[in-house]
């Protein structure tokens, strides 16, 4: 989700980024809008402005905010004279702005010629001289310290008519320093002479050097002679790139960036180095796109299977802000050992892997010289069985190791005490022996062993075990490898995981671990999202999530379920602090197979996992099967079905605790061919266990208790709601929705708005309580009410004792002509249907009748309220129109066909403001409250402290907006925006003498809130809102005829009325036709 295209801080309350023409495409564009640590409201704006300035001298209006780049072209007419010029005039309103000009091609920087025009400038101009017929001429908008609202247009000049442009300087770019080469075994010795220096190496890894081995990269910091060395653990960070050359941004997933014992370490073991030669995996974190045959092609002996390449790693040191000196060491062990002791180091997060063949019952033993961590081992038959997270039964080895003083040491029946071991007994062919050395809190040098013994001597061990003083797992999304990744404050990480037909048999458990600062530092710093389907959705939301870890995981599964062929996607969310962490994929088998051998399973809370039987079609009928687990750790539900995967936890089930090892359930009277369902639901920890089944003939006693099925509630049914009468009900239960339809056509709602209104009542003789949140309004527009209960056009709290919910006319447009659908107006229409709202407010699409749903959500208490749908007119004329508008809210009124108007507001109550605009064009209707406005202040023009019109006579007449020398095709619009209290008024519209028109340019005040709106279909609203540290993402489609329009994307925060910090949201456009991984 990486862009450099964001606006992660509002300036005047909006974040804004732009489309202009260099980063325009057809099709799709999308961009995701990020939540901060709390739950936000918001809207969207589009603005959509013309980027051609015409020949006539016609005026374009246009927007431009801090940071980003708004175009404007002017063609020179092919038959016009060579030699003279053309001169950009813009007429500014507020804000401030640089204008850049460019012959032949759109400026990208700030470099002359350019004008700045400040806050306090309303009109200024630049020229481009020695202009040629047929050519293109530019003039860049880049927003200064606040946005600009501007009109643009051109004036040629001819030969004859002074033209003055100053020359562009084109800036130089810094080049890179070579990279020496590093080797392994050999220290290289340097030392860091500038701060935040980069100094680069190379090493070259092959498969017939580096294929079964184990791969370490370690610096520390040297002293002078006679010195000793300096305790700064953030002195210098370790980095290594992968992807065979080291990225612009220098980042990578990759990196020690604080010492352990005095020592920055990086490695890569067997399973990572397998992936890296055989170019499974590209990049940093080796995210895989291979499918299963691959996955399943890396042989537990390490061997090659796949065609090998030579791989260039890329090994730099960061220096800090002293100079220090350091060496470096690349080592290298082998994974493949005997008898002989193998040498080891291994740091906090890491693992090394050892394994042997051919052996049926094997001892490892571990020499360790200092630190601490974990001896795990297991038997390996396929790549999928090689451990990549520590969990019982394990050695945990403690600080100081066998020969420290204080570590783990293996109990001899003489007494004393030798190193620690680990047997694995009965290996079958096939199976290979592996030793998992995992890193605890200090980094550990050890030296492994592995010998044959006998039978009667080997002693594997089984359940319990206890934890090495670290989180210790590891993944990947390749099942059987591993994925390192970060993630910025409130930022996302997506992952693919890429599955075929014969992945169906298999459930894929995919865990994360919290790295950061070695260890996880809360339950919450991170969650983890599974999306359904092929995609991810535009809102992010999906049902299958981690949002809290537990044991330090973060844990969501692949099943029979949720499995589909092709990319399964998932998200790793950050919390309110950057986190490193990774991920593993556990690929399980489903199968239990008749002949009584066991599989490998892992499970954590919440999440089912399912294993099954299939009854041999020979079997006789009658009998029955029992599943057996012997489980490690952790505890888990059993629940068992014919012919069907079990969903909920219903009878018949059985209950495995923390302390109980081994469990078994049966299922009765099973039929030859049927298949029998053992489903695995996590409960208050993660477990691990194996499976198998044993099947009972028809003689042995069976007992299966029944399923009861659960019932499900109805809803009822609801009212209709009708415009202009009150409908008055009652809460009488908790919580309670109260439901109605309101119906909305095209004969009697098109240039109209919409206003649903709520106001508690109270017994005669008292009074209504001031509760402003008692109860909630909502209103769905979707055709139904989704199960969730869930919409952006609500009212959770009261204003002024009224929860109100608006419909304006551009709104209602796009509802009857079917534009959009759903709550929020997320359009899919092309460019064509989005310029076909004429201003006049008349249907130029195929209309549709649409069904409102609209509920009243009780609260905790009982309430009577009164429910009220008004619809007022938007086109109007000199009889008053009644309206009323409640914050964050605006309405709309307009006239054709005049020449001159005035618009005038009558208004009884409340606050707001008033903006007129002449609209040739839906793009032209004002989205957003910008100078030049009429603000009214509490109390209207009647109320005694508002805002009123001064006469010449010296008195005072209600608040008027006129609009001058409207040209045909044009209307007069007025756009009345809330403000902080509810506001009643009427309004008018007359045609007025042109010397007695007085049109507003510049300048303005706010009326009191953050007043902007907007859609993703240019010309209309969209209404969002995300939980704390979550997404929402949109799309805009365009087409070929839109490359001549500039899109100013913007967002304000509407929680609580309006924003209250400048970072409670960001803005993020994305780059091509799809959100990036």
Known sequence: RFTEQRAERAVDGIYSVAINLHNFHEGASYFGIRCGAAARRFRVVVHRMDAIVPPDGGKHHGEVCPGVWVYHFYDVPATASGGGGVTFHVEKHEGDVDLVTRHGQAPVKLVPPFKYMGADEYEGS????????????????????????????????????????????????????????????????????????????????????????????????????????????????????TGGEVPQDRHTELRATQATDGIWSVMLNEVELYFLIHGAHGGDGYNGTSGSAHRRSLASSGSATAAAAAVELHVAVKCGPDPRRFQLLASVSPSRIDAALTHAEVCPGQIVYFHAAHLADVRFTAIVHKGDGALLARHVASSSDIPLKLQPPYVPIGEGGAHGGGGHRRALASGGYDDPTVDLCHLHDGEEAYLAVFGGDHCMELEVKVESIAHADCHEQHGGGEHAGSETGAGVIDPGHFVYGSCDALSWVDYSLLLDASDSDYNFLIEVTDLSNGRSTSDDALSLHLFDGAEIPMDRFTEQRAERAVDGIYSVAINLHNFHEGASYFGIRCGAAARRFRVVVHRMDAIVPPDGGKHHGEVCPGVWVYHFYDVPATASGGGGVTFHVEKHEGDVDLVTRHGQAPVKLVPPFKYMGADEYEGSISLCNIKPGERLYLGMLGGDHCASYEVFATPLNASTPCEEPLHTPLAHAGRSDSATLSAGHFEQAECTAPFQYLDYIFQLDEATHSATNLRFEAQLRAEIGSEVEDVPDAISLLVYTGGEVPQDRHTELRATQATDGIWSVMLNEVELYFLIHGAHGGDGYNGTSGSAHRRSLASSGSATAAAAAVELHVAVKCGPDPRRFQLLASVSPSRIDAALTHAEVCPGQIVYFHAAHLADVRFTAIVHKGDGALLARHVASSSDIPLKLQPPYVPIGEGGAHGGGGHRRALASGGYDDPTVDLCHLHDGEEAYLAVFGGDHCMELEVKVESIAHADCHEQHGGGEHAGSETGAGVIDPGHFVYGSCDALSWVDYSLLLDASDSDYNFLIEVTDLSNGRSTSDDALSLHLFDGAEIPM
């Open 126 to 241: 630049i020229s481009l001289c020695n202009i040629k017929p047929g050519e293109r001429l530019y003039l860049g908008m880049l927003g200064g310290d606040h946005c600009a609202s501007y009109e643009v247009f051109a004036t040629p000049l001819n030969a004859s008519t002074p033209c003055e442009e100053p020359l562009h300087t084109p800036l130089a770019h810094a080049g890179r320093s070579d990279s020496a080469t590093l080797s392994a075994g050999h220290f290289e010795q340097a030392e860091c002479t500038a701060p935040f220096q980069y100094l680069d190496y190379i090493f070259q890894l092959d498969e017939a050097t580096h294929s079964a081995t184990n791969l370490r990269f370690e610096a520390q910091l040297r002293a002078e002679i006679g010195s000793e060395v300096e305790d700064v653990p953030d002195a210098i960070s370790l980095l290594v790139y």
